[in-house]
């Protein structure tokens, strides 16, 4: 579905603690995602996971490598507030986002009285983003990518917002979407989640893929490294 083939990713940084003013985030990292398995991504904080989700979604290019894409088929990132323009509605922040991912007009149209339903938004749908909490931009961001289709949804720690109550509504539904025919790359610190939700997992750390296979044995690897 799609190939990462030893990916290197640099940023320059002004700060003089990396390299030379460059920051080696991620050094010739090569997997394969495959049709309709939903592949967990770990590791501490920092170590690459999210810019790699956006190197698979397209928007950041590797500085070496390539991102083989099966022809046809779409990546979206699923994130918090990325994207939302907040002096919009939340109505038309949904129907921006839904076309954005791929849907028609008529389609994203259609998805409005779901989103705005199953966000529980009421009439804050109708307000701008701005005047938003965190949670209800989550709410808005979660419902508007979880209603659309993409091949390949990227998901990233979009399940550790929210309150308790929609947390596990949003868990639940994100259940259903996976266990159906989609193919799924999730970045989450709840080993609960990963280990509920993931076929596979890969673990990251400096730069390289360390661990990588059945979710419970790499998590436990993951987690005996923190504690050296
Ligand atoms: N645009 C950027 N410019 C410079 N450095 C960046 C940029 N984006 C990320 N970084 C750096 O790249 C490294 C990897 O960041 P990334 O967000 O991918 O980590 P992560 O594994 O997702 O972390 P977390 O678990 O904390 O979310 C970090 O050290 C970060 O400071």
Redesign the pocket.
């Known amino acids: 579905m799609l190939e990462l083939k030893d990916v290197s990713l640099n ?1 320059r ?1 002004s700060r003089g603690t990396f390299d030379h003013g460059v ?1 080696h ?1 991620l050094d010739q990292v090569s997997f394969k995602l495959y049709e309709n398995e939903t592949l967990g991504i770990i ?1 501490r ?8 989700l956006r190197i698979m979604a397209g928007i950041l290019a590797p500085t070496a490598g390539e991102v083989d894409t099966r022809p046809g088929k779409t990546a979206s990132l699923l994130t918090i507030g990325l994207g939302h323009k907040v002096d919009l509605s939340g109505r038309d922040n949904a129907m921006l986002s839904a076309m954005l991912q791929g849907a028609t007009r008529d389609e994203a149209l259609g998805f409005l009285e779901q989103i705005k339903e199953f966000s529980e938004l009421g009439d804050s749908f109708e307000e701008p983003v701005k005047t938003y909490s965190a949670g209800m931009k989550s709410r808005l961001g979660f419902t508007t990518a979880l209603l659309t289709r993409v091949d390949i949804l990227l998901v990233d ?1 979009v399940l550790s917002v929210g309150d308790a109550a929609f947390r596990q509504k949003a868990e639940q539904a994100m259940k259903e979407r996976i266990s159906g025919e989609q193919t799924v790359v999730f ?1 989450s ?1 709840s080993d609960a989640q990963v280990k509920a939700l993931c076929d596979r997992v890969i673990w990251i750390d400096e730069g390289k893929i360390c661990g990588e296979g059945e979710p419970k044995v790499v998590i436990a690897k993951y987690r005996a490294s923190l504690k050296k």
Request: glycine share 18%; net charge neutral.
């Open positions: 940023f940084t920051h985030v590791g904080n920092g170590v690459g996971k999210t810019t790699m720690e970045v610190h």
